[in-house]
């Protein structure tokens, strides 16, 4: 069975930018989180999606945003990339809104300068 | 919000069994207790949770006290491949979920 997908491995955008990250849930999870890991810090809760909507929502700008796909694949969203956005962004997928057993990702490591 | 706190470092020898304690004093009750590994590069990996009392799977227990405001992984008998850096997380769902800073374990022969 295939783990949870991300992509792409690596982002380097610029200050100002816009960046894309995608996210593919192992085949039958519905719930979708999305974590930021900033160098040196611990995992920080961006968004939950769960059946194509937005769960809940971590302590960042509006500038974070997000989607869930009806296939339940997601897609984070951030704007006016700042130097400081620069982390690893790691995905996991659960049954149907069930914290505990989250399976991540590899993540996608942003770059932003 | 419930805020964990965990000591952000420990070291062990390998065969020794290891406790990594987590403190949750505004846990509220609806809230589960949960425990990842993540090695270097990778995404966490799930270990154990629980609610309350203890809980035992085949590579870890997790012991919670009745007033649940803090919680302890217990690893029996670790070996090198046990370093790596331990997060407690608590939340429920529809709830917040708090991440704590991580444990590093470090396991020396």
């Known amino acids: 069975e295939a783990g949870v997908t991300q992509s792409p491995t690596h982002l380097i955008k610029t200050r100002g930018q816009q960046a894309t990250l995608r996210c593919s849930p192992i085949s039958g999870h519905t719930s979708v989180y999305w974590y930021q890991q900033a160098l040196g810090l611990g995992l920080q809760f961006l968004l939950w999606y769960d059946e194509g909507e937005e769960r809940n929502r971590g302590n960042f700008p509006p500038r974070f945003s997000g989607r869930q796909f009806p296939n339940y694949s997601s897609e984070l969203n951030v704007n006016a990339l700042e130097l400081e956005d620069s982390a690893l962004y790691l995905c996991a997928s659960s049954f149907g809104g069930q914290v505990g057993e989250q399976y991540f990702g590899p993540g996608t490591r942003l770059t932003v300068t | 919000l419930a805020k964990t706190t965990q000591p952000i470092s420990m070291d062990s020898y390998e065969g020794q069994e290891v406790n990594i304690t987590c403190s949750h004093n505004n846990i509220a009750t609806n809230d589960y207790i949960t425990w990842y590994q993540q090695f270097p590069s990778q995404g966490p990996r799930f270990i154990i949770q629980g609610y309350k009392t203890k809980v035992t799977n085949e590579v870890a227990s997790l012991f919670i006290p009745a007033d649940r405001k803090s919680s302890t992984l217990s690893l029996p008998r670790v070996s090198l491949s046990d370093t790596a850096v331990y997060y407690c997380?608590?939340?429920?769902?529809?709830?917040?979920?708090?991440f704590g800073q991580g444990t590093t374990l470090q396991v020396k022969p």
């Open positions: 997380l608590v939340g429920a769902p529809k709830g917040k979920l708090i």
